[in-house]
């Protein structure tokens, strides 16, 4: 009885868990990072390369797993059966277990070579768009409008870009599963600022799609994930505008005043950049111009509130182990003075 009793809720449990799997695999949410809700026409030539894929699977599946019920039955040992009759080899099974996977595998390598092929080459006039992985954040650089962000990718829908990746230490790899295939971030130097690979896709509806490091790097290589925005192409060219202007200027006298000269005071110049600020020129960490206006810190793995400011600047280490940013020994007045100017700069 007790033995009934574990094999039907290991029976609940394998089908649990097969519920889940297919809620999670077949219902993506809008968070999700999923190829079965593409959303640019190079996810969609992954999206029909998986089903195929997919199809020859169950395939498969069903017709092994059919083979060994279909064995277990048929010659499943019967009362009075004797010595089974021993099989020791045969030519046509093996032939047809060797020509048949080879099948299978040309028809994928087949079924791969036009969606290979066809990402190539980026169209002429496609937006360049300089990424570069860093140990644990992704740096977006438009350098046809002067403008360095982080975290947040932003483009313009139905316009085909072109993304240029590098790496600043390890290999990373960037991933959209929504807009397109991963593609590797190497180290070294630009080739003639042509960066090492390019990846190019065309976003073709507005939305919010998240995309993370696909290769192992470090610490905290599952906390380097970043957000691609498409928006309008008006939103798109009025948000260019707005990042290539200088930080605000805080009003004398002000808190956030008094978080800016301490800012250009301690480490933070050696490793980031505040346009119009003095002394300002790092390129180690996230250009800080208008950090307030992206909606994620640290990778993305936090939202930007002002908690979450101060946390940062106090103790990074304790929100994100293994971070490169150093505990600066900030008194609470002058995390309150910093955090209230980084949270000025939109």
């Given at each position: ?324 940013m150093p505990s600066l020994g900030l008194t609470p007045e002058q995390v309150e003075a910093v955090t209230a100017y980084l949270r000025s700069l939109d």
């Open positions: 009885m007790a033995s009934g009793r574990v094999t039907r809720a290991r029976m609940g449990v394998v089908i649990a868990a097969a519920v889940v799997l297919a809620a999670v695999v077949f219902v993506p949410s809008a968070a999700a990072q999923s190829i079965l809700d593409p959303a640019s026409p190079s996810a969609h030539s992954l999206k029909r390369l998986y089903d195929i894929m997919f199809a020859l699977g169950i395939l498969v599946f069903l017709l092994v797993e059919g083979l060994i019920l279909f064995a277990a039955f048929r010659f499943r040992r019967r009362e009075g059966d004797g010595e089974p009759k021993q099989v020791h080899g045969s030519t046509g099974a093996e032939i047809a277990w060797t020509v048949a996977p080879a099948i299978v595998v040309l028809g994928l390598a087949a079924a791969s070579y036009g969606p290979l092929m066809e990402r190539r080459s980026a169209p002429l006039d496609s937006l360049v768009i300089d990424v570069t992985g860093k140990q644990w954040f992704w740096e977006f650089a438009y350098p046809d409008a002067d403008v360095i962000t982080a975290d947040e990718l932003v483009l313009p829908v139905g316009q085909t870009v072109t993304l240029r990746l590098h790496s600043a230490d390890v290999i990373h790899s960037f991933w959209v599963p929504q807009l397109s295939g991963k593609m590797d971030a190497i180290p070294g130097p630009r080739q003639g600022g042509a960066g090492q690979n390019e990846l190019w896709f065309t976003p073709e509806r507005e939305g919010e799609y998240w995309g993370q490091c696909a290769e192992l790097c470090g610490t905290q290589h599952a906390g380097m994930r970043f957000m691609v925005r498409v928006v309008s192409v008006e939103d798109f060219e009025g948000w260019l505008a707005e990042q290539a202007l200088p930080a605000r200027e805080p009003r004398p006298g002000s808190l956030e005043a008094e978080g800016r000269k301490l800012v250009g005071q301690m480490a933070c110049k050696g490793c980031h950049v505040i346009d119009g600020v003095d002394g300002m020129v790092g390129r180690v960490g996230p250009n800080l111009t208008h950090v307030s206006s992206r909606p994620f810190l640290a990778g993305a793995v936090f939202e930007n509130t002002e908690e979450n400011i101060a946390r940062w600047v106090t103790r990074p280490d304790d929100l994100k182990p293994g971070s490169r």
